[in-house]
């Protein structure tokens, strides 16, 4: 079959449409759904309620997380906020971060958790979650009344002072930014009415308390760790229509960071990882809600430049949380503390943004190699999640204990785990957009539209769609021809096979009058292929289709300290020194089908022809016990065998 561009696809599939029907902006409420310069041109996801998951590992997953935070009770999750509001408990606190002197504490029990309730609440009608949340929200407004102020936190606000006055505090505005974001998602996804106000007092707070500070003060305390305190300021003025609250959000602002990123220089080196991140979110919002285009332009060359100068294979970033070196230079950084959660978590936010203003089919390939690499695979089956993604090879996963942790990743794993459903299917006026080949249902119910995705991807290299029209409707159907298929992909609708096929890395637009039954089957052959590190072409990772593929280095420690860590740390504490990285016997370069080899493809498993024998290699996230290595040494120039 003939590749074709999109645009000569949807010129010959044109003939075959209907009129386009008028699609009703029906989501208005959505936090993502508010209008920008353009509202109609830009894309967005369906509510979550829209989106069910059909049986496959993301429900496993989805419910193996649901499991743990219902494990988790209200009363001990309130604990630090009642003693900071002087409420008197008796409940037993949670441990790590949550510690009653932990300067972070709060920031999961009373932000992560209702963020992950709210979206489980949303994505899988868990009406227990649902209650739980709605207790939380009860009692955090109970808090809140308490206090007086507006201000509501599980420390007393003596912390801001300290980072006022330039003393040691770790990050007293991160975690306020967590509490609000929490109420917001349990407003808007959850529709809970009392968290929008609590969130209003906790804004009219924090604008009250940086107001009253001179801008060199708010530069120096910027300095310190923010989250998204502006991201949560733009979501508020979205939702209530006040402008004051946008004010308040370009308070939270660093030239420092921003303009060298207007200005396409990269000078993130040196900086940390996830305290940056969630500032491109929230330009990317505040470019959404006031439409000023110099947002977009750094919201967008941010993520090109992490994606391209300082990502892994895996579709993340960082070491020891960092960006230590310069952009393009990832050689000798490969460790233990490599591409830290939370941050996998923040990028992907950033590209489901930036793909809704683009369309462009490579954000969802990275958002997909992020998803598969890094994010499946993080939690393990009691519902724990990692920190760091150990890149060095002979190292295994290690994860946080159930009520002695609660990591940053703790809780942006916990809110992954539930929102698995939400970038599945956008749709742009009546176009819908299958952006994840991800078993689900969308039932577009205002539209009389249900279209089934039945997929076993990636152990099957493609995906069905089956469509149950109310009544015959034209409208378009892009699905994302990944930029992995090499141009091999294969489209037929009712089994007819379609004689154009847009090319890999874009979107495939089928226009025509759908009707009740019809069904349309995509077939994306996966083939393998190497990434180099950036910076060193000798050091190679293998993929097929969007997967990284990992050598199986034998049995990790099966419990304990280094595989469950029982406190507050991010790091087992006594770790031994990675394993060389194993020796491909090929060159660098070399095609990979010469040196790695197809065992089962529906098992997805291979072989790899190393200098010292041969390796058994499957999918990075079906590696949960053992020791890996996912990066390759190659070889200088010489002759590659064959396997
Ligand atoms: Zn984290």
Same mark, same amino acid.
């Given at each position: 079959?003939?590749?074709?561009?999109?645009?000569?696809?949807?010129?010959?599939?044109?003939?075959?449409?209907?009129?386009?029907?008028?699609?009703?902006?029906?989501?208005?409420?959505?936090?993502?759904?508010?209008?920008?310069?353009?509202?109609?041109?830009?894309?967005?996801?369906?509510?979550?309620?829209?989106?069910?998951?059909?049986?496959?590992?993301?429900?496993?997953?989805?419910?193996?997380?649901?499991?743990?935070?219902?494990?988790?009770?209200?009363?001990?999750?309130?604990?630090?906020?009642?003693?900071?509001?002087?409420?008197?408990?008796?409940?037993?606190?949670?441990?790590?971060?949550?510690?009653?002197?932990?300067?972070?504490?709060?920031?999961?029990?009373?932000?992560?958790?209702?963020?992950?309730?709210?979206?489980?609440?949303?994505?899988?009608?868990?009406?227990?979650?649902?209650?739980?949340?709605?207790?939380?929200?009860?009692?955090?407004?109970?808090?809140?009344?308490?206090?007086?102020?507006?201000?509501?936190?599980?420390?007393?606000?003596?912390?801001?002072?300290?980072?006022?006055?330039?003393?040691?505090?770790?990050?007293?505005?991160?975690?306020?930014?967590?509490?609000?974001?929490?109420?917001?998602?349990?407003?808007?996804?959850?529709?809970?009415?009392?968290?929008?106000?609590?969130?209003?007092?906790?804004?009219?707070?924090?604008?009250?308390?940086?107001?009253?500070?001179?801008?060199?003060?708010?530069?120096?305390? $910027?300095?310190?760790?923010? /989250?998204?305190? !502006?991201?949560?300021?733009?979501?508020?003025?979205? *939702?209530? +229509?006040? @402008? #004051?609250?946008?004010?308040?959000?370009?308070?939270?602002?660093?030239?420092?960071?921003?303009?060298?990123?207007?200005?396409?220089?990269?000078?993130?080196?040196?900086?940390?990882?996830?305290?940056?991140?969630?500032?491109?979110?929230?330009?990317?919002?505040?470019?959404?809600?006031?439409?000023?285009?110099?947002?977009?332009?750094?919201?967008?060359?941010?993520?090109?430049?992490?994606?391209?100068?300082?990502?892994?294979?895996?579709?993340?970033?960082?070491?020891?949380?960092?960006?230590?070196?310069?952009?393009?230079? $990832?050689?000798?950084?490969? /460790?233990?503390? !490599?591409?830290?959660?939370?941050?996998?978590?923040? *990028?992907? +936010?950033? @590209? #489901?943004?930036?793909?809704?203003?683009?369309?462009?089919?490579?954000?969802?390939?990275?958002?997909?190699?992020?998803?598969?690499?890094?994010?499946?695979?993080?939690?393990?089956?009691?519902?724990?999640?990692?920190?760091?993604?150990?890149?060095?090879?002979?190292?295994?996963?290690?994860?946080?204990?159930?009520?002695?942790?609660?990591?940053?990743?703790?809780?942006?794993?916990?809110?992954?785990?539930?929102?698995?459903?939400?970038?599945?299917?956008?749709?742009?006026?009546?176009?819908?957009?299958?952006?994840?080949?991800?078993?689900?249902?969308?039932?577009?119910?205002?539209?009389?539209?249900?279209?089934?995705?039945?997929?076993?991807?990636?152990?099957?290299?493609?995906?069905?769609?089956?469509?149950?029209?109310?009544?015959?409707?034209?409208?378009?159907?892009?699905?994302?021809?990944?930029?992995?298929?090499?141009?091999?992909?294969?489209?037929?609708?009712?089994?007819?096979?379609?004689?154009?096929?847009?090319?890999?890395?874009?979107?495939?637009?089928?226009?025509?009058?759908?009707?009740?039954?019809?069904?349309?089957?995509?077939?994306?052959?996966?083939?393998?292929?190497?990434?180099?590190?950036?910076?060193?072409?000798?050091?190679?990772?293998?993929?097929?289709?969007?997967?990284?593929?990992?050598?199986?280095?034998?049995?990790?420690?099966?419990?304990?300290?280094?595989?469950?860590?029982?406190?507050?740390?991010?790091?087992?504490?006594?770790?031994?020194?990675?394993?060389?990285?194993?020796?491909?016997?090929?060159?660098?370069?070399?095609?990979?089908?010469?040196?790695?080899?197809?065992?089962?493809?529906?098992?997805l498993r291979f072989e790899a022809a190393g200098e010292n024998g041969k390796?058994?290699?499957?999918?990075?996230?079906?590696?949960?016990?053992?020791?890996?290595?996912?990066?390759?040494?190659?070889?200088?120039?010489g002759k590659p065998p064959t396997v």
């Amino acid at each position: 079959m003939t590749a074709h561009s999109r645009r000569d696809f949807l010129k010959t599939g044109a003939a075959a449409a209907g009129a386009c029907l008028a699609s009703p902006w029906a989501f208005s409420k959505s936090l993502y759904a508010e209008a920008p310069e353009h509202p109609s041109e830009r894309l967005i996801p369906f509510p979550l309620r829209s989106v069910r998951l059909a049986p496959s590992i993301f429900q496993e997953q989805s419910e193996i997380n649901a499991r743990y935070l219902d494990s988790l009770t209200v009363d001990r999750l309130l604990h630090s906020f009642r003693v900071t509001a002087g409420i008197s408990s008796s409940a037993t606190p949670y441990q790590g971060w949550e510690n009653p002197s932990c300067e972070l504490r709060g920031h999961f029990a009373g932000g992560h958790f209702l963020s992950a309730v709210a979206l489980a609440s949303a994505a899988s009608g868990n009406s227990v979650l649902k209650r739980r949340g709605d207790e939380l929200v009860s009692g955090l407004a109970e808090c809140q009344k308490k206090t007086g102020t507006g201000y509501l936190s599980a420390f007393p606000a003596d912390l801001f002072e300290h980072l006022a006055q330039g003393k040691p505090v770790w990050a007293p505005f991160y975690t306020y930014h967590k509490v609000m974001a929490g109420l917001l998602d349990m407003h808007v996804l959850a529709g809970n009415s009392d968290a929008l106000q609590v969130a209003e007092g906790m804004a009219q707070w924090a604008g009250d308390y940086f107001w009253g500070i001179s801008a060199e003060q708010r530069q120096r305390m $910027l300095r310190t760790e923010y /989250g998204g305190m !502006n991201e949560a300021l733009v979501n508020l003025a979205a *939702l209530t +229509k006040k @402008e #004051r609250y946008l004010d308040t959000a370009r308070l939270f602002e660093q030239p420092s960071i921003l303009d060298p990123l207007a200005e396409r220089r990269d000078e993130l080196q040196g900086l940390h990882a996830n305290t940056n991140v969630p500032k491109m979110i929230g330009a990317a919002r505040m470019y959404e809600v006031s439409g000023e285009r110099r947002y977009r332009e750094i919201a967008e060359y941010f993520l090109q430049e992490v994606l391209t100068a300082r990502n892994y294979a895996i579709g993340n970033t960082s070491l020891d949380e960092h960006w230590t070196t310069p952009a393009g230079r $990832l050689e000798g950084t490969l /460790g233990w503390k !490599n591409a830290e959660c939370c941050v996998a978590y923040n *990028l992907m +936010k950033l @590209e #489901r943004l930036v793909f809704g203003w683009t369309a462009e089919a490579r954000w969802m390939d990275e958002y997909e190699r992020a998803l598969f690499n890094c994010r499946l695979g993080t939690q393990e089956a009691g519902g724990l999640k990692q920190y760091f993604f150990p890149l060095a090879a002979g190292y295994w996963r290690a994860y946080n204990s159930p009520e002695e942790s609660f990591w940053c990743c703790t809780g942006t794993g916990a809110e992954e785990f539930a929102k698995f459903t939400d970038t599945i299917f956008f749709r742009r006026g009546g176009d819908v957009y299958v952006n994840q080949f991800i078993a689900a249902t969308l039932d577009w119910e205002e539209e009389g539209l249900r279209i089934e995705q039945a997929t076993r991807f990636p152990q099957e290299q493609g995906t069905t769609l089956k469509l149950k029209c109310a009544r015959p409707q034209a409208r378009t159907i892009h699905v994302r021809i990944p930029g992995w298929t090499t141009g091999a992909a294969e489209v037929s609708i009712n089994g007819r096979p379609l004689e154009a096929v847009a090319g890999p890395g874009s979107y495939l637009a089928m226009r025509r009058v759908w009707r009740d039954g019809d069904s349309v089957s995509v077939r994306l052959p996966m083939e393998l292929r190497q990434s180099p590190l950036p910076g060193d072409d000798s050091v190679a990772a293998v993929l097929y289709g969007p997967c990284v593929l990992a050598a199986d280095l034998g049995a990790g420690p099966a419990d304990g300290p280094n595989r469950v860590i029982h406190s507050g740390a991010t790091a087992p504490e006594s770790l031994p020194s990675p394993d060389p990285l194993p020796k491909a016997a090929a060159d660098a370069g070399v095609k990979t089908g010469l040196w790695v080899r197809t065992k089962s493809e529906p098992e997805l498993r291979f072989e790899a022809a190393g200098e010292n024998g041969k390796y058994e290699l499957m999918p990075l996230y079906q590696i949960a016990d053992q020791r890996y290595s996912l990066y390759w040494q190659m070889q200088n120039p010489g002759k590659p065998p064959t396997v």
